[in-house]
Each structure stands twice: as C-alpha cells, then as structure tokens.
C-alpha cells in the first residue's frame, strides 16, 4: 500500500476513535484547517506537512507516527455484548480503538519476534447445543489448562498468557465486551473498563466472550447462543463439582450470605451462582423466580450487597515494551510511541526505571 493510502486509512481511523466528523475535527483545530482540507488527506490525495501532521495528532490524540504504521490490523466478524441504545457513532469508536490498540501491540511482538500462533484447546470438541455439552466443554477447558476446580484469580492474565489479545476500552457504558479475530487467526475479546468497580462482570463478560471464540454453537438460534455462552461463563467460574460441594446436591432455598461468600472467592456474582445453582438442578425453577423477585426487591440487580474485590489486569503489553526497550530493539521515541505517549509523558511516568 503506497503511503498516500495508509495515511488516509490511518487518519480516517483516528478520527472515527475519537467520534469525529470532519467538521468536528476542522473545530477542534480551531480552523487552521478547513473541512475541505481535511477530506482530501482522507480520500488519498494530499499527505500535509509535518506541522500539520503534529497538530492533527494533538488533535486526534495519537503519536506522529500513527498516521504511518504499517502493522495490518483487520477484523473477521464482530460479536458485541452492546444494548441496542449504543449509536453507530460510539460503535465505530469501540471499533477503531480496538484496532489502534491492537496495532501497537502486534507491531511490539513483530519487533520482538513472537508468534502470534493460537490453539483452540476446544477445536476437536463438536458441537455445543445443550447444558451438558457446555458443561463438559468447560471441564475440559480447565483441564487443557491446568486450572482445577478452584477460583481463576486474574481471567484477563490467563486469556493473555494463552494468546488471547485482551483490550480494555474506555466507552459508552451500555457496551460490555466484544470478540472476533484480527487477520483471520489472532483471537481478542475486550471489555469496558468503566465496569472496573465490578470485576466479577468483567470476569463473566470475557468468558461469555471466550465461549463464543472457543465454541462450535451450532444450529441454534442467538438468544440460544447467548443462553449457552452465559452458562459456559459460569462453568468455567464455578465447575458444577466445585458448586456442590459449596451448596450441596439439594437445597430448597439459598441464603444471601453464603451467596456473598461464594461471590468473594470465585469472583461470580450472587445473581450467576443462583443461576448455576438452578442449571446443576441444586435448586428448582420456582425458587429461583422468588430469589431474582427478592433482588428487584432489594434493587440488588446492577449493585449486589456484597463485592468481589480481585483485579483485573495483565502487563503483557508493558513488559514486552520494557523488554524491547533493555534489549535495545527500540529506541525510547518508540516506546514512547508504541505507548501511545509523548516522549516526555514516557519518560515521566518511568523515571525510575530510566
């Protein structure tokens, strides 16, 4: 691709990140530069000057050099876990953020000289229609991956440690994750930080993801789907053995303190361990109706009585970047820009590092 081209790919992409149209951005640079102008370096025609290129990048809030990066960064389908409120605007937003996030990070590991090679443990598995399936599915995941049936302490430090590109956005709070795979191999599911103050959501939300990536749902309608993920979510928080033992094999009816219990050392909400409880037949269906009526009652739905205080955080992406930088295959401008920060705000943030 010539560089004309990638500038214009690269320019329109920022400029849908940070939910621009090309007037609003002709605004933000407080008509230094017409709409007119700004059009013409997004159709291809013109590259401007290195002045204009660092006020667009002020502007737009990227390095320099974004507007040249070379890394290929394309997606297959997208799943979102998105409310129907979310605009097409905020929609491009998460889309062009996950993919600039993503290019910095894949073009760290090419400098480096890591693979980007993923095995779906999952892959010879066959079909996932039904409860039973998900369930055995899981099992052999946490099998595959040596995780017992105790708590996952960090989800987003395991998808990261098998290969899974994991990418924290800053959106609209009606998102809560998406899925696909970037250039046709390459697995990523993100999530929205804005629900930080409730890990067990983001817990539950990437291994929703992480169903869809892995599972071969079959012929089965979207809501089934979304049924089969949600379950596979909590198998994999809390196996059926681990629950069991946890509540026993019967029980008639459930109290919130040992739900919180639960919720704090699995990292599962009350309301998913009532739903598992119900799915691994420990409880029955009229129960379960009078547990979720008690929580509308208690107005327990979106802030339940107890949290679960784990982190959720991996620091792949800076020690690759540390380890580049000691290496000396990048200088600290690079960093700097692979960081998406300005060499000074770098160098300040890693003083005692430098």
Not at 6 to 11: N, Q
Not at 17 to 45: C, I, P, V, W
Not at 86 to 93: Q, Y
Not at 177 to 201: H, S
Request: glycine share 4%.
């Amino acid at each position: 691709m010539e560089t004309k081209a990638i500038f214009a790919e690269r320019f329109k992409s920022a400029r849908l990140m940070n939910g621009f149209s090309l007037q609003d951005l002709a605004d933000a640079l407080g008509g230094t530069l017409s709409r007119q102008a700004l059009h013409r370096y997004e159709k291809g025609e013109v590259i401007p000057d290195a002045e204009k290129i660092n006020m667009l990048s002020k502007a737009l809030n990227i390095s320099p050099d974004y507007f040249f990066r070379t890394t290929k960064v394309e997606f297959s389908d997208i799943e979102y876990r998105i409310s129907s409120k979310v605009s097409p605007k905020d929609k491009a937003i998460i889309n062009e953020t996950t993919k600039e996030y993503l290019s910095r990070y894949l073009e760290l590991e090419e400098i480096i000289g890591l693979p980007h090679s993923f095995d779906n443990p999952l892959k010879d598995f066959g079909k996932v229609t039904t409860y039973e399936r998900v369930n055995q599915a899981a099992n052999l995941l946490r099998e595959k991956w040596s995780l017992g049936n105790g708590p996952i302490f960090n989800i987003v430090e395991l998808l990261e440690d098998k290969n899974i590109k994991v990418v924290k956005l800053n959106v609209d709070e009606d998102f809560d994750g998406l899925q696909t795979f970037v250039n046709g191999y390459i697995p990523v599911v993100a999530y929205n930080e804005r629900k930080a103050n409730k890990p067990d959501r983001i817990r539950f939300t990437l291994l929703h993801e992480l169903a869809h990536l892995l599972l071969d749902l079959g012929d089965v309608t979207d809501k089934q789907k979304e049924t089969l993920c949600h379950q596979f979510a909590g198998a994999m928080l809390l196996p059926e053995e681990t629950i069991i033992a946890e509540l026993g094999k019967h029980r008639t009816k459930l109290s919130t303190l040992e739900l919180g219990n639960i919720k704090k050392q699995y990292g599962i909400s009350m309301q998913a361990i009532v739903m598992r409880a119900k799915v691994c037949g420990i409880i029955n269906e009229n129960y379960t109706k009078q547990f979720f009526f008690l929580i509308r009652q208690q107005n327990w739905k979106v802030d339940e009585p107890v949290e679960y205080q784990g982190i959720e955080e991996s620091n792949r992406f800076e020690q690759l970047l540390f380890r580049a930088l000691i290496e000396d295959q990048i200088s600290m401008s690079k960093a700097a820009s692979l960081s998406n920060q300005s060499l000074a705000e770098f160098k300040k943030q890693h003083q005692p590092m430098f």
